[in-house]
């Protein structure tokens, strides 16, 4: 996808496509068929600018045709750089200003909770992003009013655009964090797909707000993406895609 659109973030993409997969197609309860069923668990993509392992997710589950993922970022598709929840069917909010994706959720959260709606929302975040006050103001919130229909997972690959994340702002220790904010956490392999369904599930029982801590690498499963900040926001040649491709296809 990203190749075809000669721009996107395949880095970020890579490190949370098992977190995704296992939210779409085990853990979440939703209707591609009726995108607005008022009970449905919710996704947030707080890290937007990764849409592209969104998209993936929402036309496997048949929101639209798997067709459409050719036509990532032009001008005329329904599948901008950035999520956009007036033109692509399934995407709960427009993201990619980082930060924001926590806030919206909390807002959300009470929301249904009034509402009395039964599902639950699941925010992915990623670490790089988790240098945004708003995050913590958010995770204060969530807290506060006790928001148990909320999961926030948190990719943590350890790199963001310029670097590695301890280097240009570090957000360890963040399990102590989260729970020093009064959220109840769990800190998991992000790639191990028993540990991450266990731990989705897990959130769901928690009475409170839930963080997943899940340590990632970023490119995973390419071996000259892995853990390079340089493929953040770089799209592959056609050279290199094919390369990649075949690694993940092994």
Request: aromatic share 6%.
């Amino acid at each position: 996808m990203v190749t075809e659109a000669g721009s996107g973030h395949p880095g970020g993409s890579l490190s949370s496509a098992d977190i995704v997969t296992a939210l779409f197609f085990h853990t979440m309860k939703h209707r591609p068929e009726d995108p607005k069923w008022p009970d449905r668990d919710r996704f947030i993509l707080s890290k937007g600018h990764c849409a592209p392992v969104l998209y993936s997710a929402l036309a496997r589950s048949g929101y639209f045709p798997v067709d459409d993922l050719n036509n990532l970022r032009k001008i005329d598709c329904h599948l901008q750089g950035h999520p956009d929840m007036h033109k692509t069917r399934g995407v709960e909010i427009s993201s990619g200003s980082l930060g924001q994706g926590l806030s919206v959720s909390v807002g959300m959260a009470l929301s249904m909770r009034l509402d009395k709606l039964p599902g639950q929302i699941f925010t992915l975040m990623g670490d790089g992003e988790s240098q945004e006050g708003e995050v913590w103001e958010a995770a204060m919130a969530a807290a506060h009013y006790k928001t148990g229909n909320l999961t926030a997972i948190v990719d943590a690959n350890g790199l963001q655009i310029d670097g590695f994340t301890r280097d240009v702002m570090n957000v360890e220790p963040l399990a102590a964090k989260y729970e020093a904010f009064g959220w109840t956490v769990k800190s998991i392999d992000g790639h191990d797909m028993q540990q991450i369904v266990d731990a989705l599930d897990w959130s769901r029982t928690v009475e409170g707000p839930a963080s997943i801590i899940a340590r990632t690498v970023k490119g995973k499963g390419v071996s000259f993406m892995e853990n390079q900040a340089g493929w953040h926001g770089r799209a592959p040649s056609a050279g290199e895609a094919e390369r990649a491709l075949a690694e993940l296809q092994r």
